[in-house]
């Protein structure tokens, strides 16, 4: 069993270019790196959610953009190998992460305290002075809130999970 700073998956790649080291990657490394990703990206989640400051472009949209960086190399690096040289063990990971995945998906979209400052930050966007890319990260970002199901109520989104 690898500890999360034996696990060359959640460690920075000290490689050319940065990629991720292959030699050092067995399919065994990527459920425990799944596990602690999704768990640092839910605490990066909650911090957002939690901010006391009033919702802002940077403390809410931006904050969440950058939030899961580690989970999506992961992933990354996963399904891109998956998909190029599958073998039984990685199907089985992928048959276990997929569920698991899309329920970690729920646990942001469906955040009414993180709804609630993205939606405030929305709300607000005719006074705040975005560039281009900004608007339209916010745009995308309130639509996959609201497409995710953010905006229903309880029963609803028991339903929807």
Request: proline residues 5%; negative net charge.
């Amino acid at each position: 069993m690898t500890t999360p700073h034996d696990n060359p998956l959640l460690n920075e790649f000290r490689t050319p270019f940065e990629i991720p080291p292959f030699g050092d990657i067995a399919d065994e490394y990527f459920p425990p790196a799944f596990d602690a990703a999704m768990r640092h990206h839910l605490d990066e989640i909650d911090g957002v959610a939690a901010d006391t400051d009033a919702a802002t472009f940077e403390n809410t949209i931006a904050a969440l953009d950058h939030a899961g960086g580690q989970l999506e190399s992961v992933a990354n690096i996963f399904f891109n190998l998956a998909a190029a040289d599958s073998n039984e063990a990685r199907r089985e990971i992928e048959r276990d992460i997929a569920p698991r995945l899309a329920d970690h998906e729920d646990q942001i979209l469906l955040n009414a305290a993180l709804f609630a400052r993205v939606d405030a930050v929305w709300q607000s966007r005719e006074r705040l002075t975005l560039s281009g890319e900004q608007a339209r990260l916010l745009e995308r970002t309130w639509q996959r809130f609201r497409r995710g199901g953010a905006a229903l109520d309880e029963v609803a989104k028991t339903r929807l999970r």
